[in-house]
């Protein structure tokens, strides 16, 4: 884990257009992600639906596919967590999902997935015109954790 | 923790603007001062700052929008202290979305390998 920015990355024991078939076919991805989505994936759009992953039946699903190149790139934005249905999200930030696929020797799957964006401002907000930081996020972090006295993670 | 809690995250506007209120260099140098526990003066942070002593109202008046920071009245003196909590918020917000990750791509790995 570092700073604003979450990376993940796994080896899988498929080859790469399988992989691919999981995370863009709609009801496959529905499958592992735990939705129920209203329809395909097309880039430019958005795609709704529910949430079934126990626990969190109660919030929906809302995202806008940003690419789908074939067996390399797969990506989208979202709001990570809307939970109050009486709240309206739209001004809250949105994240950036990415997933890219890599093929390996043997016939596997390297699949990356970074979720970054957690530290976008609201749009109301962003007239008080933040300066780019100095020595990045996860710096800071490290920073702040050493300050106050935790190990550096 | 309870199932509710879980179930429960941290509204993402809230992570946002911590991340955002630190994402300067002043501003964590802010935090930094305070980062041991003291209360300290406008005056005294302004000390050994290059930037003018509005800037830094300015900033400060940031960090405690995000309740970073919080002021204190001691006589005529308006002090300045830091609260942990939400930096510590944000921190548990990042590994809550991190673990859902390492659970989707889980479910994920299961999926795909089963017919491998």
Redesign the interface.
């Known amino acids: 884990m570092t700073g604003d920015r979450i990376e993940k990355q796994v080896e899988l024991k498929a080859p790469v257009a399988r992989v691919w078939r999981a995370l863009t076919d709609h009801e496959e991805f529905g499958r592992w992600f735990g939705v129920r989505l209203a329809g395909p994936f097309e880039p430019g759009k958005e795609s709704t639906g529910q949430i079934t992953y126990p626990g969190y039946e109660h919030i929906a699903w809302r995202a806008t596919i940003v690419a789908m190149e074939p067996e390399r790139l797969f990506s989208l934005t979202w709001h990570p967590y809307p939970v109050d249905p009486d709240v309206d999200y739209s001004a809250e930030p949105q994240t950036l999902v990415e997933f890219r696929l890599q093929p390996l020797d043997g016939g596997g799957t390297l699949l990356t997935v970074t979720e970054s964006g957690f530290d976008r401002i609201p749009a109301h907000r962003r007239a008080e015109a933040f300066r780019a930081n100095e020595g990045g996020w996860a710096e800071q972090m490290r920073n702040i954790r050493r300050h106050l006295g935790e190990p550096a993670a | 923790m309870t199932?509710t809690a879980?179930?429960?995250?941290p509204?993402?506007?809230q992570?946002?603007?911590v991340?955002?209120a630190?994402?300067?260099?002043t501003r964590?140098a802010l935090?930094?001062a305070l980062?041991?526990g003291s209360r300290r003066s406008i005056a005294q942070l302004s000390a050994g700052h290059p930037v003018s002593r509005q800037a830094i109202t300015k900033h400060l008046r940031?960090l405690e929008g995000a309740r970073i920071v919080r002021q204190e009245r001691a006589g005529r003196e308006r002090l300045f202290a830091l609260d942990?909590a939400p930096?510590e918020d944000v921190?548990r917000?990042?590994?809550w979305?991190?673990r859902q990750?390492?659970a989707?791509?889980a479910?994920?790995?299961?999926?795909?390998?089963a017919?491998?």
């Open positions: 199932a879980r179930a429960r995250p509204r993402t506007a992570a946002a603007n991340f955002a630190l994402g300067d260099s964590l935090v930094n980062s041991d940031v942990p930096i921190r917000y990042i590994d979305v991190s990750w390492d989707r791509l479910r994920l790995r299961t999926l795909v390998e017919q491998a």
